[in-house]
């Protein structure tokens, strides 16, 4: 039976050591605000990952501007760089066993995202580079694999009408493939293998979007369907098998809200009594699960108000007390080798970027790498979280940043911030370069998960359907109020602002609550709900917009009354306030056209705005040129409409 440890005490195990301190001289506090260009510079390490035999460290590091494999050596202390890319970027990489490193590349300059899904590998010391042609799209990497050492690796191809997932063990050298899925139930489109790399469960979703969860009790035998589910109820995530035949699966059992961590015995086909992992208010969501090299679970990650982790390792389970009393308020994430001699210890908050060390038994943390070091935490904005009640009485979490040195009782200019989604998890504590930028100009930064987004129960998630402009932009301003209520936001200097479903949540507002808002700015958002349903929409004519969509959104037939009432590039009468509008030329998620008729209506209607598009840019803006130009109209955008007004 798995345990995961309540932490117990130090005993011993970490060797008394000072604090190792923020790579900072004692010097007077400057108080002017940090350089825009401070939070614009990318991190120039992030990623890092410790060699499955503890002697080297895996990294990104950026250069030029672009994401490139870095390797450190940990015996010589030297480094070296494995790419050199400077029109794409380096987007993931992996040990793959102790001399080879898998990765993947892609752009940031793209219509929704990285334009490349396949991958690439190289040893460690930067040969025998292989870049297989056939993997430029469609293809994913699922596992390591039981024959890592070989260079063989577990991959899932797409194939047919796109709604099924292949499984092939792949030689990374030579690109050779062993089907491994042959009799499986069709439409796969998530897998979980056992320790020989045998399927052993399944997910199968057919057109309509209802799914099925199947598992095979042996490893040759017949396929069982276990559990069904349709679009309207919450379903399964596959997390992984342990060396015990036991399968660790994410669900929502009946007569719960949230989301679980639970096991099933495969050779059994029975359900675990209890769940192993279960968070009052919060689901316990992908990704969770890290086995070790044996393939017995490890530890369990997390994120309630803020990252978590549980361990089933006592030695591991005691180092983490350790390394949270070394490091307080801060996320700490453990990643051993595998005989757990060397623990690589990842640190980072809301006002700490990232910083990593070494730990050895017995000897003193080595500080390795840090993401940013020229952002003094000290001149950094905390970051707190919270739940306030919406009027129909749902509690919505939210986060909260102050500016930098803000005193009790005082009064804030408040900017609400919504990145986008809707229906992801819409928060995470941690550091946010914009929100830090944000606050060091004097401003309060309210970021709240309204209704629909996901992480915080099934009742949360499905109370947001069908509320664009309704129940999910009433949360978002109980909230305003409710800050301004407890004396935290000034009333007179309120402004909302956000991408995508963020920018459509800032246009409705700027309609709906015209009285509320000083300002608003809008990027890359949706304007018009009906060109969701369009077919230059990257995702139009697929599944999840013909069977989900309608649920979630709205039916474009039937709730066409509806969208249009809440579309707000038809209500621009109502706006009274001056926006920012921006735009990606090359952008397919929210197409050019929702800030164009905007802007036209805005115009039109002889309405405050600013418009500026970015023509190469596509779902947000990455380039650093165009970054920066849009960041720097943001401050002066701000400072001219959120100033306090003249007195009389």
Same mark, same amino acid.
């Given at each position: 039976?798995?345990?995961?440890?309540?932490?117990?005490?130090?005993?011993?195990?970490?060797?008394?050591?000072? $604090?190792?301190?923020?790579?900072?001289?004692?010097?007077?506090?400057?108080?002017?605000?940090?350089?825009?260009?401070?939070?614009?510079?990318?991190?120039?390490?992030?990623?890092?990952?410790?060699?499955?035999?503890?002697?080297?460290?895996?990294?990104?590091?950026?250069?030029?501007?672009?994401?490139?494999?870095?390797?450190?050596?940990?015996?010589?202390?030297?480094?070296?760089?494995?790419?050199?890319?400077?029109?794409?970027?380096?987007?993931?990489?992996?040990?793959?066993?102790?001399?080879?490193?898998?990765?993947?590349?892609?752009?940031?300059?793209?219509?929704?995202?990285?334009?490349?899904?396949?991958?690439?590998?190289?040893?460690?010391?930067?040969?025998?580079?292989?870049?297989?042609?056939? @993997?430029?799209?469609?293809?994913?990497?699922?596992?390591?694999?039981?024959?890592?050492?070989?260079?063989?690796?577990?991959?899932?191809?797409?194939?047919?009408?796109?709604?099924?997932?292949?499984?092939?063990? $792949?030689?990374?050298?030579?690109?050779?493939?062993?089907?491994?899925?042959?009799?499986?139930?069709?439409?796969?489109?998530?897998?979980?293998?056992?320790?020989?790399?045998?399927?052993?469960?399944?997910? @199968?979703?057919?057109?309509?979007?209802?799914?099925?969860?199947?598992?095979?009790?042996?490893?040759?035998?017949?396929?069982?369907?276990?559990?069904?589910?349709?679009?309207?109820?919450?379903?399964?995530?596959?997390?992984?098998?342990?060396?015990?035949?036991?399968?660790?699966?994410?669900?929502?059992?009946?007569?719960?809200?949230?989301?679980?961590?639970?096991?099933?015995?495969?050779?059994?086909?029975?359900?675990?009594?209890?769940?192993?992992?279960?968070?009052?208010?919060?689901?316990?969501?992908?990704?969770?699960?890290?086995?070790?090299?044996?393939?017995?679970?490890?530890?369990?990650?997390?994120?309630?108000?803020?990252?978590?982790?549980?361990?089933?390792?006592?030695?591991?389970?005691?180092?983490?007390?350790?390394?949270?009393?070394?490091?307080?308020?801060?996320?700490?994430?453990?990643?051993?080798?595998?005989?757990?001699?060397?623990?690589?210890?990842?640190?980072?908050?809301?006002?700490?970027?990232?910083?990593?060390?070494?730990?050895?038994?017995?000897?003193?943390?080595?500080?390795?790498?840090?993401?940013?070091?020229?952002?003094?935490?000290?001149?950094?904005?905390?970051?707190?979280?919270?739940?306030?009640?919406?009027?129909?009485?749902?509690?919505?979490?939210?986060?909260?940043?102050?500016?930098?040195?803000?005193?009790?009782?005082?009064?804030?200019?408040?900017?609400?911030?919504?990145?986008?989604?809707?229906?992801?998890?819409?928060?995470?504590?941690?550091?946010?370069?914009?929100?830090?930028?944000?606050?060091?100009?004097?401003?309060?930064?309210?970021?709240?998960?309204?209704?629909?987004?996901?992480?915080?129960?099934?009742?949360?998630?499905?109370?947001?359907?069908?509320?664009?402009?309704?129940?999910?932009?009433?949360?978002?301003?109980?909230?305003?109020?409710?800050?301004?209520?407890?004396?935290?936001?000034?009333?007179?200097?309120?402004?909302?602002?956000?991408?995508?479903?963020?920018?459509?949540?800032? $246009?409705?507002?700027?309609?709906?609550?015209?009285?509320?808002?000083?300002?608003?700015?809008?990027?890359?958002?949706? @304007?018009?709900?009906?060109?969701?349903?369009?077919?230059?929409?990257?995702?139009?004519?697929?599944?999840?917009?013909?069977?989900?969509?309608?649920?979630?959104?709205?039916?474009?037939?039937?709730?066409?009354?509806?969208?249009?009432?809440?579309?707000?590039?038809?209500?621009?009468?109502?706006?009274?306030?001056?926006?920012?509008?921006?735009?990606?030329?090359?952008?397919?998620?929210?197409?050019?056209?929702?800030?164009?008729?905007?802007?036209?209506?805005?115009?039109?209607?002889?309405?405050?705005?600013?418009?500026?598009?970015?023509?190469?840019?596509?779902?947000?803006?990455?380039?650093?040129?165009?970054?920066?130009?849009?960041?720097?109209?943001?401050?002066?955008?701000?400072?001219?409409?959120?100033?306090?007004?003249?007195?009389?």
């Amino acid at each position: 039976m798995v345990q995961l440890s309540r932490r117990q005490g130090l005993q011993g195990l970490v060797a008394a050591s000072a $604090m190792v301190a923020w790579p900072f001289s004692a010097q007077a506090q400057d108080s002017r605000p940090l350089a825009m260009e401070l939070f614009l510079r990318p991190g120039q390490l992030g990623n890092v990952q410790l060699s499955p035999d503890g002697t080297a460290l895996l990294a990104l590091r950026s250069v030029e501007g672009r994401s490139n494999l870095v390797v450190i050596d940990l015996q010589t202390q030297t480094s070296k760089l494995l790419t050199g890319y400077r029109q794409v970027d380096v987007s993931g990489a992996r040990w793959i066993n102790n001399s080879r490193i898998l990765y993947t590349l892609g752009s940031r300059n793209t219509d929704v995202g990285f334009a490349r899904r396949g991958f690439f590998s190289v040893n460690k010391d930067g040969s025998d580079p292989r870049d297989p042609k056939d @993997t430029d799209s469609g293809v994913q990497f699922v596992a390591r694999g039981a024959q890592a050492d070989k260079n063989l690796v577990i991959v899932a191809e797409t194939e047919g009408d796109g709604r099924h997932q292949a499984l092939f063990r $792949m030689d990374l050298l030579t690109s050779r493939r062993q089907r491994l899925s042959t009799g499986a139930p069709g439409h796969v489109e998530a897998w979980a293998l056992d320790r020989q790399d045998q399927p052993r469960a399944c997910i @199968t979703r057919t057109k309509d979007m209802n799914a099925t969860f199947w598992i095979r009790p042996e490893p040759n035998g017949e396929w069982k369907a276990l559990h069904n589910w349709t679009v309207h109820d919450p379903g399964v995530d596959l997390e992984g098998i342990d060396a015990d035949e036991q399968l660790y699966v994410l669900h929502t059992p009946a007569g719960r809200d949230e989301q679980v961590l639970g096991r099933i015995d495969l050779r059994k086909a029975e359900w675990a009594t209890e769940p192993l992992v279960a968070l009052q208010g919060y689901d316990v969501t992908a990704g969770a699960v890290r086995f070790d090299t044996q393939g017995n679970l490890r530890s369990v990650f997390f994120q309630a108000d803020r990252p978590r982790v549980m361990h089933a390792d006592a030695k591991l389970d005691a180092l983490q007390t350790a390394m949270e009393k070394e490091f307080p308020d801060s996320t700490v994430t453990l990643s051993p080798d595998a005989a757990l001699r060397r623990v690589l210890v990842s640190v980072s908050s809301d006002v700490d970027p990232g910083r990593y060390f070494l730990y050895e038994e017995g000897a003193p943390l080595k500080l390795v790498g840090t993401s940013r070091p020229w952002l003094d935490p000290k001149r950094l904005a905390k970051t707190r979280f919270f739940r306030y009640t919406a009027r129909d009485g749902l509690s919505i979490p939210a986060q909260l940043t102050l500016p930098p040195g803000a005193k009790p009782g005082e009064k804030h200019p408040l900017l609400v911030l919504h990145y986008g989604g809707p229906h992801v998890r819409a928060i995470a504590w941690g550091f946010d370069p914009m929100v830090q930028f944000l606050a060091s100009r004097g401003y309060a930064v309210f970021m709240p998960a309204p209704r629909m987004s996901t992480g915080w129960g099934w009742r949360h998630h499905k109370a947001g359907w069908k509320q664009w402009g309704l129940g999910m932009q009433d949360d978002v301003t109980d909230g305003v109020l409710q800050l301004v209520k407890e004396g935290v936001a000034d009333r007179d200097r309120l402004a909302i602002m956000g991408a995508s479903y963020g920018g459509y949540l800032t $246009m409705m507002g700027l309609a709906k609550n015209p009285e509320l808002w000083r300002c608003g700015i809008n990027w890359v958002g949706v @304007t018009d709900i009906e060109h969701k349903f369009f077919s230059w929409v990257d995702y139009a004519g697929s599944d999840f917009a013909e069977h989900l969509m309608p649920h979630m959104v709205g039916d474009p037939v039937k709730d066409l009354e509806q969208l249009r009432r809440t579309s707000p590039v038809r209500r621009v009468a109502e706006i009274q306030a001056p926006v920012l509008l921006a735009y990606g030329g090359t952008d397919r998620r929210v197409p050019l056209v929702n800030g164009l008729a905007m802007r036209d209506a805005l115009a039109a209607a002889g309405k405050p705005h600013e418009w500026v598009l970015y023509p190469d840019e596509g779902h947000g803006f990455n380039a650093p040129a165009a970054k920066r130009d849009f960041w720097t109209r943001i401050e002066k955008f701000l400072a001219e409409h959120m100033a306090p007004r003249a007195a009389g």
